[in-house]
């Protein structure tokens, strides 16, 4: 069979509930890749919250996080990596014109930096993979440089009313999308940036054309990616919206969708 790009979002898709690989869906990707299929992550976290999955899977290939904002290789330096930051002013008018608004915190992350505008144990403990560095106070004042990304934590009714706003007043220049459960965060990066660039960067690089991508997500940060790929697939618990423009839909993230669905497809 020819050579296939599979691509893995993680929350949601690849990873169970309990964010674990389960022993079925990690043995069947192993077979991908022994059968010459290439297997890479595609997610909206950073890298060091990507790494060890990375790792468990013995992955060789490279990697989109932030949702696009960094596209890069871990296993070779000399391959070019493309970090593409919002400016910090755009930033900073996002931040002053969302106060009018209720939400819990703002958080920006440059690369694996954190700042954190309020002080709060629950979301330090949801940014400490990894180690990063983070800093506490007002981003207006402790942000010196563009970020990767900015977050906003709101609950589910404040949610789509400052993901409106965002619409309304600041769409020319970024994009917003929602994080799945159980982060209720909105993520804003450059404008024009998704999941699928990286994915059209990279397997152009290696020579996969887009009939030959299967990829795999579950929320809307996915939706560009599933339409890119020549085979998207969602999981079934996955939101509507993404569901009706996907290719196929297979079984949930606890259900081994991954594997049922790439051992029906690849023979594997």
């Known amino acids: 069979m020819n050579e296939h790009l599979i691509v893995l979002d993680l929350d949601g898709t690849l990873l169970t509930d309990d964010k674990k690989i389960s022993s079925l869906t990690k043995e069947t990707l192993f077979k991908a890749k022994q059968a010459g299929h290439q297997v890479m992550i595609a997610t909206g976290r950073p890298f060091r919250a990507s790494l060890p999955y990375y790792k468990e899977l013995e992955l060789t290939t490279p990697i989109v996080n932030f949702n696009g904002a960094l596209i890069h290789h871990p296993k070779n330096p000399m391959w070019k990596t493309i970090h593409t ?12 014109s969302v106060h009018k608004y209720e939400y819990d915190n703002l958080i920006a992350e ?3 930096d954190v700042y954190l505008h309020r ?17 506490m106070g007002d981003l207006k004042r402790t942000l010196k440089e563009n970020p ?46 998704s999941k699928a ?8 690089e290696m020579g996969i054309p887009r009939e030959r991508i299967i990829a795999f ?12 790929a020549g085979i998207g697939v969602a999981m079934s618990n996955g939101i509507d919206d993404l569901k009706n423009i996907a290719n196929e839909i297979t079984l949930s993230n606890n259900e081994d969708g991954i594997a049922k669905f790439l051992h029906d497809r690849l023979k594997l």
């Open 85 to 96: 930051p919002v400016d910090l002013s755009v930033v900073h008018d996002v931040v002053e």
């Open 148 to 193: 990767t990304s900015l977050l906003i934590q709101a609950d589910d009714v404040n949610t789509p009313i400052i993901r409106k706003h965002l619409h309304d007043v600041h769409a020319e220049l970024i994009e917003h999308r929602r994080w799945g459960a159980p982060f209720p965060i909105i993520e804003i990066v450059h404008k024009g940036l």
């Open 217 to 228: 997500g579950d929320e809307d940060n996915d939706f560009e990616m599933i339409d890119y």
């Open 197 to 204: 660039i990286g994915i059209d960067f990279i397997s152009k």
């Open 110 to 112: 440059v690369m694996d």
């Open 119 to 135: 002080e709060d144990e629950k979301v330090h403990e949801m940014f400490n993979m990894g180690s990063p560095n983070i800093l």
